[in-house]
């Protein structure tokens, strides 16, 4: 399948958020969110097509996992850890932006640096090792109980954050103190769930798109003054996920690594949190979940049958759910553009209930 397929293609996708953005703009009277938007494509597109001769000067190439399809051993030793040309300008971006005050901003950079850190670390120990595996999963979710935990005990000591969940219809539940741990859990899960759908080239990228650009559609129809600066940041974070998604695209020139993943999940449950977008978040964020499920399922179904009967079985062939598609014979890039549209499909309705 080629560029030009008649599913969904990258020239789609951005040609769709693209005018999202553009209505957005228009409907408030800011040219700005536009602006910024193409700007953020443009640094995110430029600075990816340069960095990668630097990544692969350094020799920082993707080691394909053993247990995975077979397909994926011809992707070796592309350049990897691509996150270095996206979440630099999300922080350039923070820095520049005027948000709430400076501690707020300050907890929100160490937060975002602290999961990008992380990811950095797991990439380049994997590296290192010559194989697909970097910090010990313990380890990894430990560091990241501790950031977000440091994020949202700031928060909540702060009244920054809304005990109270706003679901369909303006229909609020209050959770009280347990607004923390929930908070938290979003946080880490939507990191890993992100870090999940990082298996086929663009798929990530492109989700990751789509899901801020309906979190910045949303925070404006909330028509709260005091978050429209998030709107911003995600229109932003639309451009540069679609910038690096240009190389990142089947065939991928250039992998995002946990240190993209990661650090981008992080940021969609921060920014979830802090502008209480939980409801619209959890639709939007559909092909992240799925692609979750289908690892929970999985092992859950295996260690249950392995204890009835002394013999492990599977739901799936293979999961993240993407590689069972990728068994049954469905090319990757099919598969990729399916999941976008499929995303499109959530945002729209997100946005229309």
Same mark, same amino acid.
């Given at each position: 399948m080629?560029g030009? +397929?008649?599913?969904?293609?990258y ?11 553009l209505i957005n703009s228009?409907?408030?009277?800011? &040219?700005?969110? #536009?602006f910024l938007?193409?700007?953020?494509f443009a640094?995110?597109a430029?600075?990816t097509?340069? $960095? ?5 000067k350094?020799?920082?190439l ?5 247990e995975?399809p077979?397909?994926?051993f011809?992707k070796?030793n592309?350049?990897?850890? $691509? ?8 922080f350039l971006?923070?820095?520049?932006v005027s948000?709430i005050s400076?501690?707020f ?5 160490i937060?975002?640096?602290g999961?990008?850190?992380?990811g950095?670390l797991d ?10 595996l970097g910090l010990?999963s ?5 560091l990241q109980?501790?950031v977000s935990t440091f994020?949202v ?5 702060n009244?920054l954050?809304?005990?109270n969940?706003?679901?369909l219809n303006?229909l609020t539940?209050?959770f ?6 929930i908070s938290?859990?979003t ?11 990082d $298996?086929?080239?663009g798929?990530?990228?492109g989700?990751s798109?789509i ?8 925070i404006l129809?909330s028509?709260?003054k005091?978050y429209?600066m998030f709107?911003?940041?995600s229109?932003?974070m639309? $451009?540069l996920?679609?910038g690096f998604l240009?190389?990142n695209?089947?065939?991928?020139k250039i992998f995002?690594?946990?240190?993209g +993943?990661?650090t ?5 449950g921060?920014?979830c949190i802090?502008?209480? +977008? ?6 939007i964020?559909?092909i992240?979940i799925?692609?979750t499920? +289908? ?12 204890k009835? #009967?002394?013999?492990? &079985? ?5 999961t993240?759910?993407?590689h069972?598609?990728e068994l049954?014979g469905? &090319?990757e ?13 959530l945002?729209?309705?997100?946005i229309v209930?």
């Amino acid at each position: 399948m080629t560029g030009k +397929s008649k599913i969904f293609n990258y020239n789609v996708l951005i040609t769709i958020i693209s005018f999202i953005t553009l209505i957005n703009s228009i409907s408030i009277n800011n &040219k700005y969110i #536009f602006f910024l938007y193409i700007l953020s494509f443009a640094a995110s597109a430029i600075s990816t097509k340069y $960095g990668i001769k630097f990544i692969q000067k350094l020799n920082l190439l993707q080691t394909i996992r053993t247990e995975g399809p077979s397909l994926h051993f011809n992707k070796s030793n592309t350049p990897t850890m $691509g996150g270095i040309f996206i979440i630099p300008f999300f922080f350039l971006i923070i820095s520049s932006v005027s948000i709430i005050s400076f501690k707020f901003k300050l907890a929100f950079f160490i937060t975002i640096l602290g999961f990008f850190l992380i990811g950095f670390l797991d990439d380049f120990l994997s590296i290192k090792n010559q194989m697909n595996l970097g910090l010990k999963s313990k380890e990894k979710l430990m560091l990241q109980v501790f950031v977000s935990t440091f994020f949202v005990l700031f928060l909540f000591k702060n009244n920054l954050i809304s005990n109270n969940l706003i679901l369909l219809n303006d229909l609020t539940i209050s959770f009280k103190s347990l607004i923390v741990p929930i908070s938290i859990i979003t946080i880490i899960a939507l990191s890993n769930s992100v870090n999940l759908t990082d $298996g086929l080239d663009g798929l990530a990228a492109g989700c990751s798109s789509i899901v801020f650009c309906g979190l910045g559609t949303e925070i404006l129809l909330s028509n709260d003054k005091n978050y429209l600066m998030f709107s911003v940041i995600s229109f932003c974070m639309s $451009g540069l996920c679609l910038g690096f998604l240009k190389h990142n695209k089947y065939p991928a020139k250039i992998f995002m690594g946990d240190t993209g +993943s990661l650090t981008i999940g992080a940021i969609i449950g921060v920014i979830c949190i802090i502008t209480n +977008s939980f409801f619209t978040t959890f639709i939007i964020s559909g092909i992240f979940i799925i692609e979750t499920l +289908s690892v929970i399922l999985q092992v859950s179904y295996f260690k249950i049958t392995k204890k009835l #009967f002394k013999k492990g &079985k599977r739901l799936f062939l293979m999961t993240p759910i993407h590689h069972h598609f990728e068994l049954k014979g469905i &090319k990757e890039e099919k598969i990729v553009e399916i999941f976008w549209l499929i995303n499109i499909i959530l945002l729209i309705f997100s946005i229309v209930m």
